[in-house]
């Protein structure tokens, strides 16, 4: 078994202009660790552009603040931590499922789809929040 390798590691200023150079750098990775085209091109652009705009959006909720992306490249998957200045909140009560009245809405599917596009979706709070995201490589 390898020793895991940090593919990416970056903090950005708490803007959501940051979050598309930040998506196209770890959809980079993805590629070349020869993953799935559909897990490069959809699961980890859109579950990590929901992770990104949770942690600016409502953990950095001021407008201030950092936020750091980590990529961590293991034998069995790749694991994302986006980590917030924020205050703690309720993942499990944060996510709800969209009903027809609430499917077009743009704000609320954030922990949805990235529990439907990834195979694992951790919180953790220390100082702020982090939100890790895992990936099986096969």
Do not use: W
């Not at 919180?123 to 982090?130: A, F």
């Amino acid at each position: 078994m390898a020793k895991p390798r940090v593919a990416l590691d970056v903090e950005i200023p708490s803007d959501v202009k940051y979050i598309e150079q930040v998506v196209e750098l770890a959809t980079r990775q993805c590629r070349e660790l020869h993953l799935p085209p559909h897990k490069c091109s959809l699961n980890v652009p859109v579950a990590l552009s929901e992770a990104l705009s949770n942690a600016i959006l409502r953990g950095n909720a001021n407008g201030q603040g950092k936020v750091r992306i980590r990529a961590v490249i293991r034998d069995d998957a790749v694991v994302f931590d986006i980590t917030d200045e924020g205050a703690d909140f309720d993942i499990d009560a944060m996510r709800v499922e969209p009903t027809p009245e609430t499917i077009l809405r743009e704000e609320g599917r954030g922990l949805f789809l990235m529990h439907r596009l990834m195979d694992r979706v951790e919180h953790s709070y220390d100082r702020g929040n982090k939100i890790r995201l895992t990936l099986r490589r096969k």
